[in-house]
């Protein structure tokens, strides 16, 4: 079973946007509930609703399933900790959810920190045995209904954290692809062909970057990185893009579980919207999907005046020819391509990639 190592996404600036209190946290580790005397603050209250426990913990394995895959995730010690950082840096400490699910109100990050000297730590004195670089956390909760119906009966056990991480792996593929692309453009400008752009994408995708822009200058938000604005900058001015940044934009997909945020809330939303939105990046899909197949159907060899291959499959230089190898594999009709001035016929009404 394979193990993926999960990053910081770079594409969002609000990391970590919520600690939440679940019943079976993904770190397999419970927190533990203090009230009372038992645990102390410097103002000595008499009654304190304290959460403590491990946040997340680097190096462990995490078991997930997506569909039929099944794997572990992980985080390292520096993202742990850069985690840690961010949360508190963008003024998280008072978003939690209840079981990933319901926003609730009340629930404050009152102390961080990363376990630095296992022995000395006082996560021991709360019977815990956490690795070094360990986030912990104590989150006061002045919610009753929570402490009451959740915490008291058990229904909560721990912390698990919201945030935008993505697989390390696909990172570094994705860098490699820009990085061969961005080469792949610049061979072809000093050989002096002039680079394909494009900027038929739908109206609905300029005006999606055009409404995160607005909202950016009106409002101002941290979200996204120079890239995505950049981006978001090309598609509200109607500007011809490559296959490179339509490729990007394709891959921004994997993002789409957060396109619903609300701009107000977080940066799911309006960095979909810059990249286009939804009709933007299902665009940017269909149009990589048309390039490239552009690109295979000009591969053409002739093979005598009756038979040519294109694309890895047998042309014929006559309708009837075609018809008749259509009628075998019973898909019907012919479709025709042009090279150097002749015709050719294929079976089929369409040229299956």
Excluded at 18 to 33: C, G, L, M, R
Excluded at 42 to 65: H, S
Excluded at 148 to 171: C, H, M, P, Q, R
Excluded at 195 to 223: F, Q, V, W
Aim: net charge negative; hydrophobic share 35%.
């Amino acid at each position: 079973m394979r193990v993926v190592e999960l990053i910081l996404d770079e594409e969002q600036d609000n990391f970590i946007e919520a600690i939440s209190v679940v019943e079976y946290p993904a770190i397999e580790e419970d927190f533990v509930a203090l009230k009372s005397q038992e645990f102390k603050f410097a103002e000595q209250d008499t009654d304190k609703k304290i959460l403590i426990g491990p946040v997340l913990i680097p190096n462990k394995p995490i078991y997930r399933k997506n569909g039929e895959d099944e794997y572990y995730i992980y985080f390292s010690r520096d993202t742990v900790r850069r985690a840690s950082q961010l949360y508190l840096k963008q003024g998280n400490q008072s978003n939690s959810t209840l079981e990933h699910a319901e926003k609730v109100n009340g629930l404050t990050l009152v102390e961080s920190w990363i376990v630095e000297d296992k022995e000395n730590d006082k996560s021991n004195s709360y019977g815990m045995d956490v690795p070094l670089g360990t986030w912990m956390g104590s989150v006061k909760v002045d919610n009753d209904e929570v402490w009451n119906d959740y915490v008291k009966t058990g229904k909560v056990k721990g912390f698990s954290i919201e945030g935008y991480f993505a697989d390390k792996a696909d990172l570094r593929e994705s860098e490699d692809d820009l990085a061969s692309e961005i080469l792949q453009e610049l061979k072809t400008a000093l050989q002096g062909v002039e680079l394909e752009t494009y900027n038929d994408y739908p109206k609905a995708a300029t005006e999606n970057a055009k409404r995160a822009i607005k909202y950016k200058e009106e409002e101002g938000t941290s979200c996204g990185t120079q890239v995505g604005w950049t981006r978001a900058g090309q598609l509200a001015r109607n500007e011809k893009i490559s296959r490179s940044t339509i490729s990007r934009m394709a891959s921004f997909k994997r993002h789409q579980q957060h396109k619903d945020v609300p701009y107000n809330e977080g940066c799911g939303g309006i960095m979909w919207d810059a990249w286009g939105g939804t009709e933007g990046v299902e665009w940017a899909i269909r149009k990589l999907e048309q390039i490239d197949r552009e690109n295979l159907e000009d591969e053409v060899i002739i093979v005598n005046e009756n038979y040519a291959i294109i694309n890895n499959r047998l042309a014929y230089s006559t309708k009837e020819q075609a018809e008749q190898i259509a009628n075998d594999i019973g898909c019907g009709g012919f479709h025709i391509h042009e090279h150097e001035g002749m015709e050719w016929f294929m079976p089929c009404e369409q040229h299956a990639i």
